[in-house]
């Protein structure tokens, strides 16, 4: 089993900027891919970046050039920055990690941008 915390959630300004950290524990080895999703109000759960474990990335259109993902931490966290933050980026923000081929996700972390 492995086990993923969020952090790194609030509110914030229209044009500031956070970092969500996504950290692993228990059995991880055999990372396939990480992703962050996030979730608005009355809205389906939406893709926003994927890293494999060769390091490739992949970005929503609609986020592109201001967020980035990466791993760090012995490679058991999966980080997303963003930056220059719009209130349509409020929602809950979710951590997906990917061992051995077994999905396991995260409990969300709530990014509120006030305009």
């Known amino acids: 089993q492995v086990q993923l915390v969020e952090s790194g959630g609030g509110s914030v300004q229209a044009g500031g900027s956070l970092r969500l950290s996504c950290a692993a524990s228990g059995r991880t080895f055999g990372f396939n891919a990480g992703a962050w999703y996030r979730q608005a109000p009355e809205k389906e759960r939406e893709l926003v970046a994927s890293?494999?474990?060769?390091?490739?990335?992949n970005y929503a259109d609609s986020l592109k050039g201001r967020i980035t993902i990466s791993r760090g931490g012995a490679e058991k966290t999966v980080y997303l920055q963003m930056n220059s933050l719009k209130p349509e980026d409020t929602a809950v923000y979710y951590c997906?990690?990917?061992?051995?081929?077994?999905?396991?996700w995260g409990r969300g972390t709530q990014v509120i941008v006030a305009s």
């Open positions: 890293i494999r474990y060769d390091g490739s990335t």
């Open positions: 997906k990690q990917r061992y051995n081929g077994v999905e396991y």
